[in-house]
């Protein structure tokens, strides 16, 4: 049986999605067959308002409703610091600590000379003219700690040195609840360099 | 950061999505809002279309574009032969073998007190009124070897037992490319009891 075109159109979109595999789109695709129209209504209704109602923050690029996002907006976030993420769902994931309280700057990527990201493709000029503009204190690299991330953050690192700011990085060590006998060496070697006083 | 209300509603609908999780979600989420738009209005289309374009075939409850489906109005499938399934994917699943000709009854699940599937909420009585109409010559019954397949195969067997028709189950056994070392015992034992003679 060839399955029939509108199904096949559904599958091929879904499996365009992150995460979603050639099986999984099918029993999506069937799920909402099977279910009353309501679902792929509210579902399509969510999919345009994504497309209508939501923009990027032309400071940081962080998603927004209108031109500046609500981090950006809001009067009580400390100007002083600048968190500079890869992505919109690294900043989710910070706010989600509770344990920053400054400004972001979204790169849109990191340097990849395999997946063609160059200087020109990530938002590091935006970031540079950013710093130049405004005052900040310090600046906080929260890139992923992989190879690509690492040489992102020594990349930044070097164009912020005629700022003179203050430029950190978050901390690389075991993760909380980790368990020291399972954790790879790179990382317990790290633990041990970037040890806190306790007393 | 709260999330913006449609970016909170997006991610929520596609939560609701059989294999998609809270995180998968968010990523597919912004997934489609860094891409351009385009990607959005064909995946809206392409809901739009699997809503209007596809019904469910009178005859069998298999996916149909119209009032039969394919296999229902193919003339060179084998009338004779009904094979009964849980459910669409099914279907999918046994014409990707080629090795079957026939038509399909789909239940729309298996009994199961549980999840309260009784025989009134599956198409037990739809099957038995195909039956009476048509001259079958055999029944294939083709649910999945568990619990509640099996015992739904077992109530429509004796349902099916006044008619006076050839009845089948699938064969259980080792799926190809298995290994004995690694099956359980009930999947050996089966295989064992229903071995075929080669000379």
């Known amino acids: 049986m060839n399955l029939p075109a509108p199904l096949e159109i559904i599958i ?3 499996n365009k999605l992150p995460s979603v595999g050639k099986k999984t789109a099918q029993r999506i695709s069937l799920h909402l067959l099977r279910n009353n129209d309501a679902q792929i209504d509210s579902l399509i209704r ?3 308002s994504l497309k209508e109602d939501l923009s ?7 998603i927004a409703v209108g031109d500046k996002c609500e981090i950006c907006k809001n009067p ?3 100007v002083s610091l600048l968190c500079v993420v890869e992505d919109i769902s690294d900043v989710i994931a910070i706010e989600r600590t509770h344990e920053f309280n400054g400004l972001y700057h979204i790169l849109g990527g990191v340097l990849s000379p395999l997946s063609g990201k160059s200087v020109d493709s990530i938002r590091i000029n935006e970031l540079l ?3 130049s503009k405004k005052e900040f204190k310090e600046i906080i690299l929260a890139l992923n700690p992989d190879t690509e991330g690492e040489t992102t953050s020594l990349y930044i690192a070097k164009q912020l040195k005629p700022y003179n700011i203050k430029i950190s990085r978050i901390a690389r060590g075991l993760p909380v609840g980790g368990n ?3 954790a790879d060496e790179a990382t317990i070697g790290r633990a041990v360099l970037s040890r806190t006083i306790i007393q």
Request: charged letters at 35%.
């Open 12 to 14: 091929e979109e879904l």
């Open 46 to 48: 969510a999919l345009q």
């Open 56 to 62: 990027f923050c032309s400071e940081c690029f962080n």
């Open 76 to 78: 009580k976030r400390d």
């Open 129 to 131: 003219q950013r710093i």
């Open 180 to 182: 020291l006998e399972f």
